[in-house]
């Protein structure tokens, strides 16, 4: 069990900066997901942390060891593939003990962990199978016990679960989720897949274009993104973004409006816009509602209407912006070329200033 | 379904590219069973009863220096053998895995070896084995054979190395195994395929070679059994049946390695790895 610091982490192939300037801290125990779109440095880090890629600059430590200049193996971690990575003319159990091996562990040792990682992954009946004989899921497994048994400080998911069928991917989310509960241990996880990252997290780090665009709990994320590429990544289907200019100041009450967006006030806006000022006006398709009478009001054509049961998405038009989604609940459902009021409450709407960061509303 | 016509075309051409290549193999185990005057009377018939004749065997193998001939080729093409695969295997580790300096001039080195014919390189060859005093040696051909096998090895394994997925070796490298148990007890055991057709590949030139026998041994306790044969052809007369009996024996040898290595040459030893 332990800590993981990272100080000021850069990677560059050559030209490519890959990382850049990445500072990350861990508590003991924490189950931290790295999350962002393909090739944000994200599956990087993680192997950088392994020691299976070199640091350009920057310090890593785990516990209170600087392990820059440390072998995988003396860095006291364990790593999960996406591809399984087992050893396909070995066993199970071999599989799970062939690293221990070289470790000078003794017999009982080890044969105790197998037990114990056995048990609680439910591979006893497998252990003298070969990956080959074994589904998808029960391979994952045995790549989990494989690090189980190693009992590092530090555990390294690299989307664990992205070859595994919609149904497997839930079972073994739901089981991850237990062994960190069981373990208590420092875990790290890779993934794209923004349900993983909500579910397993405690915190969530979101990258995008080898930096860290934002580090929080889960629902922190949701109601309170920082910048505009969070706000964006977080939620599915994506939040709506409208285009607005500041038109008003007064007192503690600010007027914005936009090509697209009928003038609304809002109160008690935290930051000192000035008049004329150009901002991003963000709302979650699942706070439209055509019921709600906020002071946000946009009127929208409905284009396509794709219905999931509980839930229906409504694709829509407003002037001449490109689609925007809206989320109604229930049976009441608008068919296509059905004019609509949507509406939304004052804390669910999300401003961003020029630079795309985030405006507080209260 | 393809069409008909299209499989028995298909079927054609390989029907009779087999014949062309079976042709004159089949011919000369075939008169290495009859008599001499059979041989030359009606070449193309098989055996029967009255040309039947196993004189050329007997003869053969009542040659005190045959058993000789075939354990010589024997050392010779296994030696060469185990440390072709061994070196090869190594060497194209080493060079898909690490990336030194100098590493892709190495690799292109040693690729000039697989265009480069060694035979080229003979008169230099039989020089360098007079000095180090490996003239008339088994371990000159050993040598000459491991040059001459190393390159096309290294770059057959290479291109299966490369196949091995990169997550194995990473997995291994974090589950603390050593670099040299990597190669030999993750890499190795999944290259099998891939040896068993570089073996093939290796061996058969090897066993074949009249060329370095010849300008590398001189007594009779180093020949092969393929410069061994030559002593049944004589300027004046050639012991026609002698010659076809013991070329005949020296295709088992080859014929019962392949079989054995082609049941290696199964694919989907990785199954299982990943995915």
Redesign the interface.
């Known amino acids: 069990m332990a800590t993981l610091r990272i100080d000021k982490l850069n990677k560059s192939y050559g030209e490519a900066v890959i990382l850049r300037d990445i500072d990350l801290s861990i508590p003991d125990g924490e189950f931290v997901v790295l999350v962002g779109p393909s090739g944000c440095g994200k599956s990087t880090l993680l192997r950088m942390i392994a020691g299976l890629d070199g640091v350009t600059n920057g310090d890593i430590f785990i516990g209170d060891k600087r392990v820059n200049d440390l072998e995988p193996s003396q860095r006291k971690i364990a790593m999960v593939f996406q591809s399984y990575a087992l050893y396909p003319h070995m066993n199970v159990k071999k599989n799970m003990t062939f690293g221990l091996k070289f470790s000078g562990m003794p017999q009982p040792e080890v044969d105790r962990r197998v037990a114990d990682a056995a048990r609680m992954l439910r591979l006893e009946p497998l252990l003298d199978r070969r990956p080959r004989d074994l589904s998808g899921g029960q391979r994952q497994r045995v790549a989990i016990g494989r690090a189980i048994v190693r009992e590092p400080d530090v555990f390294l998911f690299d989307e664990p679960l992205s070859n595994l069928d919609a149904a497997l991917r839930v079972s073994t989310r739901v089981e991850i989720a237990k062994l960190h509960k069981l373990l208590k241990a420092t875990m790290v996880y890779v993934t794209h897949d923004q349900i993983e990252a909500m579910t397993l997290a405690d915190r969530i780090v979101v990258m995008n274009q080898g930096q860290i665009a934002q580090v929080g709990k889960p629902l922190d994320l949701y109601y309170t993104p920082a910048n505009l590429f969070v706000a964006g990544f977080i939620g599915s289907p994506g939040m709506n973004f409208f285009d607005a200019t500041v038109d008003k100041k007064e007192g503690g009450a600010v007027t914005l409006s936009g090509p697209n967006l009928p003038a609304f006030t809002l109160d008690a806006l935290h930051f000192a816009p000035t008049v004329g000022a150009k901002v991003k006006v963000g709302v979650r398709p699942e706070h439209l509602s055509a019921t709600a009478t906020g002071r946000f009001r946009i009127v929208a054509a409905v284009e396509l209407v794709e219905r999931l049961g509980e839930t229906s998405f409504a694709y829509v038009r407003v002037g001449d912006q490109a689609q925007i989604i809206a989320e109604m609940k229930g049976r009441e459902v608008p068919s296509v070329g059905d004019v609509v009021t949507l509406s939304a409450a004052d804390r669910d709407l999300h401003i961003f200033d020029d630079a795309g960061q985030r405006v507080v509303v209260d | 379904m393809r069409p008909l016509v299209s499989k028995v075309g298909v079927h054609a051409v390989l029907g009779a590219y087999t014949l062309l290549a079976v042709f004159p193999i089949l011919l000369v185990v075939m008169n290495s069973f009859k008599t001499r005057n059979a041989i030359f009377g009606s070449p193309l018939s098989p055996p029967n009863a009255e040309t039947f004749s196993l004189i050329g065997y007997h003869k053969v193998l009542g040659n005190a220096h045959v058993g000789t001939y075939f354990a010589n080729s024997m050392i010779v093409t296994l030696g060469s053998m185990f440390f072709v695969l061994l070196f090869g295997a190594m060497a194209a580790w080493a060079l898909t895995e690490y990336k030194f300096k100098g590493s892709n001039w190495l690799a292109l080195y040693l690729s000039i070896g697989i265009m480069v014919p060694i035979r080229l390189g003979s008169v230099a060859i039989v020089t360098m084995m007079r000095e180090a005093g490996l003239n008339d040696t088994l371990t000159a051909l050993v040598l000459v054979y491991i040059a001459q096998g190393l390159p096309m090895a290294i770059f057959i394994l290479s291109e299966f190395i490369e196949q091995i997925?990169r997550?194995?070796r990473?997995?291994?490298?974090?589950?603390?195994?050593?670099e040299t148990?990597i190669f030999f007890?993750?890499i190795a055991?999944?290259l099998r395929p891939a040896i068993a057709t570089v073996a093939v590949f290796t061996i058969v030139p090897i066993w074949n070679d009249l060329w370095f026998p010849l300008i590398l041994t001189s007594s009779e306790s180093t020949h092969t059994i393929t410069l061994g044969v030559q002593q049944f052809l004589g300027q004046y007369i050639t012991d026609w049946n002698s010659v076809l009996a013991a070329l005949s024996l020296a295709i088992l040898p080859v014929v019962v390695i392949y079989v054995l290595f082609s049941r290696q040459l199964i694919s989907g030893?990785?199954?299982?790895?990943?995915?």
């Not at chain 2, 030893?269 to 995915?275: E, I, N, Q, R």
Request: aromatic share 0%.
């Open positions: 997925p997550d194995l990473d997995a291994a490298r974090c589950d603390g195994v050593p148990r007890e993750v055991p999944l030893l990785t199954a299982g790895a990943v995915k």
